[in-house]
């Protein structure tokens, strides 16, 4: 019971950093203009979206690139098979492909077509 709450009260607070870093962040991003529609994999932290049942990933580095700026993405799954609830708060490694902010949104979408764990806790 206290695991989860101590997982509860994590995600919000890293739920409420991402908001203060994405008002920090710059409007490009890495891994939008030269990688946008290729598979890609990033590292970080996956916590609840800004929106109800969604998903960002904060803290993210893109993989094998020399740009180590850290952003923040939106992450929808590619299929049902992609599970992104059992990891939240967890660090993450995830493969899928860019697309840049459209419309409202402020963050590229990373579309998940693979999920993979690297450790129970962020940071």
Sequence with gaps: MSRRLFAFA??????AATLVAQE???????GTKTSEGKPVTFSGCLVFGSNNGSFAL??????GSKDKTKV?????????KV??????THAVEITGTVVA???TS?????????VKWLADYCG
Excluded: I, N
């Design 10 to 15: 994590g995600a919000a607070l890293l739920g």
């Design 24 to 30: 920090r962040s710059s409007q490009s991003s890495p």
């Design 58 to 63: 904060v803290s993210a580095t893109e993989k």
């Design 72 to 80: 923040s993405l939106k992450v929808v799954p590619a299929s049902p």
């Design 83 to 88: 599970d992104l609830a059992s990891q939240l």
């Design 101 to 103: 902010p459209t419309g």
């Design 106 to 114: 402020d963050r590229p979408e990373l579309t998940a077509t693979k």
